[in-house]
């Protein structure tokens, strides 16, 4: 999921207190590392990258797509991100030619994000319906969905969240508890939002 590092429409926090040009710097740089990333284990057949992006139309998506050497984009359209996932779930599972595989959602607000967490979120996904990654906000920097949990009408996670708020972790567990389901989680990150994020690292 990632938005396009336009400037004075992305990172709005951080540039009240670095500045436009350098959130937008920012995030682009934030951006690449979590593509270059996942590229690396794409590269080992690991996986296939599927970018969601918002802040372009369709033609500046794909030009974008191009320069980031990604073959697969969608538009994340209208909507809060729950039915911004949802959405990509539901075009995922219609376009695909065979039977839906696991299906991991990234955040690309992470300069801490490794290789090690995909590894990690492909090995807890054999023993698990769901992954999640708990960020230092309240949410999340990663949700991960199992073949098996893809295979039924998904909504649970995504219904009665108030997203951006500091309980939407918290709100998704609870989801999940009224169904019977295995989830569990991957180390606590810091999403950089704001120039306090970026205090935390150091």
């Known amino acids: 999921m990632a938005k396009w590092h336009a400037y004075g429409r992305c990172k709005n926090r951080l540039s009240k207190d670095i500045g436009k040009i350098s959130s937008a710097k920012v995030q682009k740089k934030m951006t690449g590392h979590t ?4 590229k690396f284990l794409e590269n080992k057949g690991l996986i ?20 980031l050497g990604i073959k697969n984009f969608k538009l994340q359209g209208r909507g809060c991100l729950g039915e911004k996932m949802r959405r990509q ?9 065979k039977k839906t595989r696991s299906i991991i959602f990234i955040g690309t607000d992470l300069p801490d994000f490794c290789h090690m967490d995909l590894l ?13 990654g708990p960020s230092n906000d309240g949410g999340y920097w990663l949700i991960a969905f199992s073949e098996r949990l893809l295979s039924a009408d998904l909504y649970l996670p995504f219904i009665n969240i108030k997203w951006g708020r500091e309980d939407v972790l918290e709100q998704t567990i609870k989801n999940l508890s009224t169904i019977n ?12 939002d704001t120039i306090i994020d970026i205090e935390k690292r150091e």
């Open 35 to 38: 593509i270059s990333v996942a």
């Open 48 to 67: 296939d990258i599927s970018l969601a992006i918002s802040g372009l139309g369709l033609k500046n998506s794909k030009r974008w797509s191009n320069e």
């Open 89 to 97: 779930i539901l075009i995922e599972k219609k376009n695909s030619l």
């Open 120 to 132: 990690n979120t492909l090995s807890k996904l054999k023993k698990n319906d769901l992954i999640l």
């Open 181 to 192: 389901l295995d989830y569990d989680f991957l180390h606590r990150k810091i999403d950089i």
